[in-house]
């Protein structure tokens, strides 16, 4: 086969760079051939080399050469703009990806600020179908008391080119309003001019929530501050009226025994009063501790129907009791359940006008016992019920204070069933329609002996005793020496915990009184220094007279060497039975 044929196996070279490296290697075939073919056909080899070098075969060759080199710059413009273009295709792809996986919805428009383009994060925040968002039609989701201030504030942007930031609400897929903050910047050409408009929006909702829900809470707490200066003030003006008319009247026993019975109720009030407060607050700490006993619930609303009788006869309110026979065994703390129980009744009495009806019943719910409270008085607002157990929430803020409360009782309530392990509703049809409080407690599989508190009996005249009174407070000092006095003792002051230690030496008392935030030394390190005198070991009893009872406040005494804790005020039938053992 003659030399010249061997040119044609060019042509399948080429196809196979083409398919191989596409148009950058079909270029780069030809560029080397025509190359090669040129310095053969000078050199007088080839299949064209038959004579004299040919001008026209020469130049035909340089053609396409020089073709071959254009071809080859094409091809490599060609496959940089290729790589360009997969670039920014991934860069989309990328982008739509980064989109539809965040939180926020963004969307675009044109100039006039119609939308144009399709936004699947809208269409998935909204349910919206894409034909319903074009144009304008995104502004059907919007909330219509937003409608008219967003609107002008997005022709204020068209018309002056300017971004913008806004809230407003939108109505959800799950057909809900949610709160959005909407951001939108133009894109602007070279000559400044807007070529379209983008934005985003995030769900800010439970971010408004969590304000309205911190407002809410500091209103209720400014309510509730303004609430305890009320009831922290009102008891004190029937005690100075009484002090005022027992300096008036110091010989007419008469009167002087119904004053003092004004003020021991206006002290057992605050009692309370203060002790709900320490209460709440030990609660929301974690503080209070339960001393479980098995009891009978029954047992238990009787007895606190009985201490709140008088209240309801001075009020003129009936009573109904339905009680399921037998025992409604519980474990329970006693002391705590009197509380909750005391509670709800009060509760009861406070918002039952005169002449109205208490209903108080006592039964068993399959594993529970059950205590529902029923009052035909003022009823709870549908929009307060849930929330009637919220610390501070104090209900129609229209009744007169003496009606409103400090709003902490039934968030005890709550509190102290949840630690029995039960549970507590509210009930009711609206204002007016009364009301109905359910509690629900665990009961035990078999009937325990029933556990009762006794009645306090009175005193009973003892030996007489030497006590010591060491409190900062002169006037609380004085009064507990005189009642100490009257019961049949001989009692001292100190008012400072190094003047206590001695007139300790000095009088040699068989009690203490001991205050435990004394200055000078802390009623703990007086106590502790009467107790490294080997000599008190066993005689002397130290009883701890403070306004701290929690119960680490109560281990600490115990620490120190106090035999008993109490909080005050004093509880006289309590102390005299204290220095009795």
């Known amino acids: 086969m003659e030399l010249r044929y061997y040119l044609y196996a060019i042509f399948p070279l080429l196809i196979w760079s083409a398919l191989r490296f596409g148009t950058f290697g079909t270029a780069i075939t030809v560029f080397i051939t025509s190359t090669i073919a040129i310095f053969s056909t000078l050199k007088g080899y080839g299949p064209f080399a ?35 273009r997969a670039s920014l295709r991934r860069s989309e792809q990328r982008y739509k990806s980064l989109v539809l996986a965040s939180s926020q919805v963004v969307w675009s428009t ?27 039609g995104w502004m059907r ?25 806004t809230e407003f609400r939108i109505l959800a897929a799950d057909g809900t309003y949610r709160h959005v903050a909407a951001r939108t910047v133009p894109v602007l050409e070279p000559n400044g001019k807007v070529r379209e408009w983008v934005g985003t ?18 209103r209720r707490k400014d309510e509730f ?38 003020m021991e109720r206006q002290v057992q009030h605050m009692t309370r009063l203060l002790d709900d407060l320490l209460d709440v607050a030990r609660i ?69 006008p005169p002449g109205g009806q208490i209903t ?10 059950v205590l529902r409270v029923i009052d035909n008085g003022r009823g709870v607002a549908p929009e307060l019920l849930p929330r009637i157990f919220q610390l501070f929430e104090q209900g129609d803020r229209s009744l007169a204070r003496s009606e409103g409360g400090l709003g902490i009782g039934l968030t005890l309530v709550q509190n102290l069933v949840r630690m029995h392990f039960g549970t507590v509703e509210a009930k009711s049809e609206g204002p007016g329609r009364g009301s109905e409080f359910i509690v629900r407690l665990p009961m035990l599989p078999v009937v325990p002996a029933q556990s009762s508190k006794t009645a306090a009996q009175p005193p009973i005249p003892g030996e007489r005793k030497r006590v010591l009174v060491v409190e900062d407070n002169l006037d609380s000092a004085e009064t507990l020496a005189a009642m100490l006095d009257m019961m ?16 300790f030496a000095r009088f040699k008392p068989s009690v203490v009184l001991l205050d435990i935030g004394l200055p000078g030394l802390s009623g703990f390190e007086v106590a502790e220094h009467l107790r490294a005198d080997s000599a008190n070991a066993v005689s002397l009893k130290i009883i701890a007279l403070t306004g701290y009872g929690s119960d680490s406040d109560r281990a600490r005494s115990k620490t120190a060497g106090f035999d008993y804790h109490l909080v005050k005020p004093v509880d006289f039938e309590l102390l005299e039975k204290l220095l009795k053992d």
């Open 50 to 84: 038959t004579g004299p070098v040919d001008e026209g075969l020469i130049s035909l060759q340089l053609f396409t050469l020089v073709a071959a080199s254009t071809g080859l710059i094409l091809a490599v413009a060609e496959a940089e703009r290729g790589a360009a």
């Open 110 to 136: 044109g100039a006039p600020g119609e939308v144009v383009e399709d936004s699947p994060t809208w269409r998935a925040f909204t349910r919206q179908a894409k034909e319903e968002m074009m144009g304008h």
């Open 141 to 165: 989701k919007l909330h219509l008391d937003d409608v008219q201030r967003v609107s002008e504030i997005w022709k204020h942007s068209l018309a002056t080119g300017t971004s913008h930031e």
């Open 201 to 218: 929006m995030t769900d800010i909702t439970e971010k408004k929530n969590a304000e309205r829900e911190m407002q809410e809470a500091s």
């Open 225 to 262: 501050l303004a609430m305890l200066a009320h009831e922290l003030r009102s008891p004190l003006a029937p005690v100075r009226n009484a002090i005022e008319i027992i300096r008036s009247n110091k010989t007419d026993t008469t009167r002087i025994d119904w004053t003092c019975g004004i």
């Open 284 to 352: 929301t700490h974690g503080r209070i501790q339960l001393h479980k006993q098995p009891t009978d619930l029954s047992t238990q609303v009787q007895q606190s129907l009985e201490a709140t009788r008088s209240v309801l006869e001075k009020k003129n309110l009936r009573l109904v009791t339905d009680f399921a026979p037998g025992p409604m065994p519980i474990s329970a703390d006693v002391t705590r359940i009197e509380q909750i129980i005391t509670n709800l009744l009060n509760n009861a009495v406070k918002f039952t």
């Open 360 to 369: 108080v019943r006592v039964h068993a719910e399959g594993d529970s016992a």
């Open 488 to 503: 049949g003792h001989e009692a001292r002051v100190a008012n400072d915990g190094p003047s206590g230690i001695d007139v």
